[in-house]
């Protein structure tokens, strides 16, 4: 099946840090072959828990795992949380956050170091506020990554809005929002890593051209993606789609 996601909402938006000072940044750090190991950190404030299971109890961040799997084609070993206690609460902060905030949260409450050895971290945390940045509140965007490192941030109140009627819809929107942020820090599409062919949407940033790719940017409506969720999906499908798979495959080497 293909999977066309258009949103009503921005599902990522990719925000410069001038302060981070990461050199070489996260996206070729990752692709090293002196790392061998991804572990994934999240973070998340009281009552903004992250879904972690189906209605039929099935672990929802096993989708995350896998097309983390896809992009680096096995090469590298996956620490994935799949449950609340493998995740961490911090305490609620009933504000909006910009991006100095959610750097300061990161280092207030991160565990594991971006690179640590053989293992690379990304560091997830979800908040109870919406973005704010130049001088706006951004309450329609879910998530965003940090260029240049390995921080996502995830809006939980957007998910939690009326747009999305359906459980189901939330809990994949919630994992492709990641899918896509976790893509935006490996470096997808021309943010750290070369093009392998010509499909970067320029007019819409790091976003790729395939209509049925997760790094695809547009905002229209929820109409196709409620009737994906209708026909069901699997767990087992990769999202990042070729364009943005070679890519990948290619900084690694293996193609």
């Known amino acids: 099946m293909t999977l066309n996601l ?3 909402f921005s599902i990522a938006v990719v925000i410069s840090c001038v302060s981070c000072g990461n050199s070489p940044p996260f996206s070729q750090v990752v692709l090293s072959p002196d790392i061998n190991h991804i572990l994934v950190e999240v973070d998340y404030m009281e009552n903004m828990a ?9 672990p929802l961040w096993s989708f995350l795992e896998n ?14 949380p799949k449950s609340l206690n493998a995740m961490q609460e911090i305490p609620a902060r009933n504000q909006n956050y910009m991006l100095d905030d959610i750097l300061s949260l990161a280092d207030e409450y991160r565990d594991q170091k971006e690179t640590d050895g053989p293992t690379a971290s990304l560091y997830i945390i979800f908040l109870d506020g919406y973005l704010k940045h130049e001088g706006q509140i951004k309450n329609s965007v879910i998530g965003i990554s940090v260029s240049g490192t390995s921080i996502i941030a995830v809006f939980k109140p957007v998910i939690y809005s009326r747009a999305f009627p359906l459980p189901a819809v939330k809990f994949f929107i919630e994992q492709s929002v990641l899918i896509h942020e ?8 021309n943010n750290g890593l070369a093009l392998t062919s010509d499909h970067h949407d320029q007019e819409h940033g790091a976003h790729c051209t395939n209509s049925s790719c997760v790094m695809y940017y547009l905002n229209e409506g929820v109409s196709d993606l409620i009737e994906f969720i ?6 087992q499908e990769v999202i990042f789609k070729d364009e943005c798979l070679q890519d990948a495959h290619a900084a690694l080497g293996s193609i």
């Open 6 to 8: 258009r949103l009503i």
């Open 67 to 80: 097309n983390i799997s896809a992009l680096f084609q096995d090469t590298k070993s996956l620490t994935v």
């Open 50 to 58: 992250p879904f972690t299971n189906t209605s039929t109890n099935e």
């Open 182 to 189: 976790a893509g935006h820090a490996f470096g997808l599409v």
């Open 230 to 235: 209708r026909d069901g999906f699997s767990l």
